[in-house]
Structures are given as structure tokens and as C-alpha cells.
């Protein structure tokens, strides 16, 4: 199985930006579609972001429009979550997935390969 390992999370103020990376351990241009989606306590895992598998096509939800960035390094089987402009509310586990079909990519229950998650906390 496909192992897809996220990095860069961690503690940070309001305002404030980080960089999650999620690396796959087999060629990402053999994925449809690779996103990202986060779960916050007491909430259902939640859609974020995705891409496809030329870079040339991106959605994000509207909580996140306008302040995070998704994107891909075919070479280094590596895609990545910019995350600007940072609310409290934004405050999960962050986790990437990737997908072999078209899938209705805001359906989390669509997606079959999922990483680990890393935790991103937003606070003063």
C-alpha cells in the first residue's frame, strides 16, 4: 500500500502561516487527485483542498479560499498546503489523500489512501 506521510504542523499565532508537506512513497502522478482535508475536535473530517495530477486544476472550500494554497512536486512525490492569514478556527488534524479515480473530491467517504494526520494549532 501507498504510504502518504505529513509533515510541518505544529503550534502558531492567529495571523500567523505554515507549510504542511505530505510525501508519498510511490509516484504521485499515479494519483487522480491528491488533497487535503482536516478534522477538528467533536467535528467530521472535513474537506480543505485538492488538486490533480497536472497541478492545473485546484478546488478549496470556502472556509479556506483566499488564504490557503495547494500544490504539487511531481519530482519530489510531494504535494503541499500553504496555509496564510491563520483563525483559531483552523485549528485540526490536517491529513493528505490521495485517490486512483474521478471522485467528488468534497466526499470523504471517495477517497481510499490517507496519511497519518499532523495536528495544527492556532492559538495566542
Not at 483563525?87 to 491529513?95: G, M, R
Amino acid at each position: 500500500q501507498v504510504q502518504l506521510v505529513e509533515s510541518g504542523g505544529g503550534l502558531v499565532q492567529p495571523g500567523g502561516s505554515l507549510r504542511l508537506s505530505c510525501t508519498f512513497s510511490t509516484n504521485i502522478r499515479n494519483y487522480y487527485a491528491v488533497g487535503w482535508f482536516r478534522q477538528a475536535p467533536g467535528k467530521e473530517r472535513a474537506f480543505v483542498a485538492v488538486i490533480n495530477y497536472s497541478g492545473t486544476n485546484t478546488h478549496y472550500a470556502d472556509s479556506v479560499k483566499g488564504r490557503f494554497t495547494i500544490s504539487r512536486d511531481n519530482a519530489k512525490n510531494t504535494v503541499y498546503l500553504e496555509m496564510n492569514s491563520l483563525k483559531p478556527e483552523d485549528t485540526a488534524v490536517y491529513y493528505c489523500a490521495a485517490e486512483l479515480r474521478s471522485i467528488t473530491y468534497n466526499d470523504v467517504t471517495s477517497w481510499n489512501y490517507w496519511g497519518q494526520g499532523t495536528q495544527v494549532t492556532v492559538s495566542s
